[in-house]
């Protein structure tokens, strides 16, 4: 037979193997991905989403701005001793503790296994997913970058140890997802500065941070990267439907990959995720700060309230510290090797007593809060940055980005734009919702005041009358003698 037919006939049979295989494997993966989207949708969801149960599960995704809502909100109603031990932690969570009524953490739906369903309520906060991404890459370098104060990753690596296991706190190191993507982002930085320094070079040269790669990571690269496919793209809707790499589920890697392989299994992931959004007791939206703000003190932390008045209200104006920290409260390695984690795990201080606690105390509490957290946060980014200048992160810097990454960014986090849009219907239905509600209740309170001030005004009224009526009658009395005088 001619060379040139075997080697057609070859190829042409490996391309049937290879289809075959193909074939398979996207069988095997549509059984997989659709036996866990059945059980998952028929799993107990509590029916009563508008009620607030025994315990609060605030499932943050990470860079969705839940650092100000667990720290200005949540921390000003629950008490330490009512925060679940799992809380921003190593994996310490003990579904034994029955007595803990607030669980916040970076861990995915898949917690859910260890929660009683029907008494718990579920909240989270959802991000534009470009944003999302950007943040993420963002937050990576500025942690990374803290670090650089070592003269190499060596040092780094062996200090940074040292001190966690000094601490009672604990660092973005030991927590998902930044275990994984600051240690990565760190060495990077490091293998950048270590080429610059071969070379000889002391300055960068100046353009878009998120295109520096003399200096780190360029964003584009940062997209393409496996890790980041793994971890962050669609990272909202892995982690409500409970698919993470950090998800408790077994069969939680293969169905993940199963989707990212083959990208049309990827909507019945979106299915159970949107299911699960209906069913929260809240969903917040990122860019919708003061409306979500709003929505959260009247929809979650009135019921918090209204269920344990007592207890928590003492909680509202003090100034309580938790020894375990948020997943942003990361290490901060400097030159006299101290940590905030270190300086978090002080003493409770006294907490003020008020008992008459409200919504619109709560609200002023959060804004005053948020304040502050957003001016350390401000310092602290600054101080991180300035150890990779001239490279600068920024609104106006963003602007920078080339539609191309930007359409990519979009591309690989197809599934979560959708969610996010299905999260955009959800808040703004509930937001007028409960405008309505909170119109309602101003509504009566009005006819109340008028119905009281009606009532009030009706005494002097008579009163009036009875002395007008009086006055008639002496008058006339008087008239009445006069005449017969003259008579």
């Known amino acids: 037979m001619d060379p040139i037919i075997k080697l ?21 993966c549509e059984r997989l991905v659709k036996s866990w989207a059945l059980s998952s949708l028929h799993q107990g969801i509590n029916k009563d989403k508008h009620t607030l149960q025994d315990l609060l599960f605030f499932l943050h995704v990470p860079r969705t701005g839940g650092r100000s809502y ?6 000003k109603l629950y008490p330490n001793s009512q925060e679940c031990p799992r809380s921003y932690d190593k994996l310490r969570f003990d579904p034994s503790k029955t007595k803990c009524r607030l669980l916040a953490t970076h861990d995915d739906y898949s917690m859910m296994e260890k929660l009683p369903k029907e008494r718990t309520s579920v909240v989270t906060i959802v991000r534009n997913p470009v944003d999302r991404v950007l943040s993420s890459y963002e937050f990576s370098v500025e942690v990374a970058a803290r670090f650089l104060v070592h003269p190499d990753l060596a040092s780094a690596t062996k200090m940074s140890k040292r001190v966690r296991g000094k601490t009672n ?30 070379k000889g070079s002391s300055e960068a040269k100046r353009g878009s941070p998120y295109d520096m790669e003399d200096i780190l990571m360029p964003l584009k690269e940062f997209v393409d990267d496996p890790i980041v496919h793994d971890i962050v793209h669609n990272g909202a809707t892995f982690q409500i439907a409970g698919l993470t790499n950090n998800s408790y589920l077994t069969e939680s890697h293969e169905i993940r990959h199963c989707i990212q392989e083959h990208k049309s299994l990827g909507q019945h992931v979106l299915h159970v995720a949107k299911k699960r959004l209906d069913a929260m007791l809240y969903v917040g939206l990122t860019a919708e700060h003061k409306e979500s703000a709003t929505m ?43 940590t905030l984690d270190e300086k978090a795990t002080v003493q409770d201080v ?9 919504v619109a105390e709560l609200i002023e509490v ?20 300035k150890r990779i200048s001239p490279a600068n992160f920024s609104k106006e810097a963003r602007r920078s980005i080339s539609d191309e990454v930007l359409q990519q960014i979009r591309t690989l986090n197809h599934l979560d734009v959708e969610l996010f849009s299905y999260a955009q219907e959800i808040f703004a239905m509930r937001h007028v919702q409960l405008m309505g509600n909170l119109d309602m209740k101003d509504g009566t309170k009005s006819k109340l005041n008028r119905s009281l001030a009606f009532e009030l005004w009706k005494i002097p009224s008579l009163v009036m009358l009875f002395i007008l009526l009086l006055i008639l009658f002496l008058f006339a009395n008087a008239r009445r003698r006069v005449s017969k005088v003259k008579v």
């Open 350 to 358: 006294s907490e003020a007593k008020r008992e008459n606690m409200t």
């Open 296 to 338: 959260f003190a009247n929809v979650v932390g009135a019921q918090i309230i209204n269920k344990w008045p007592a207890p928590l209200k003492s909680n509202l104006y003090g100034n309580s510290s938790s020894s375990h920290l948020d997943s942003e409260l990361e290490i901060n390695v400097d030159q006299n090797n101290s």
């Open 366 to 385: 959060y804004e005053g809060c948020i304040s502050s957290l957003l001016k350390t946060q401000s310092r602290r980014r600054f101080a991180s940055l």
């Open 8 to 28: 057609i006939l070859l190829l042409i049979f490996f391309r049937i193997a290879c289809a075959s295989t193909d074939e398979k494997n996207f069988e095997h």
């Open 70 to 75: 667990y720290h200005c909100f949540l921390k």
């Open 169 to 198: 706190g604990v660092s973005t190191l030991d927590i998902w997802p930044w275990k994984y993507l600051v240690p990565w982002m760190r060495g990077d930085l490091f293998t950048r500065r270590d080429a610059r320094r071969q």
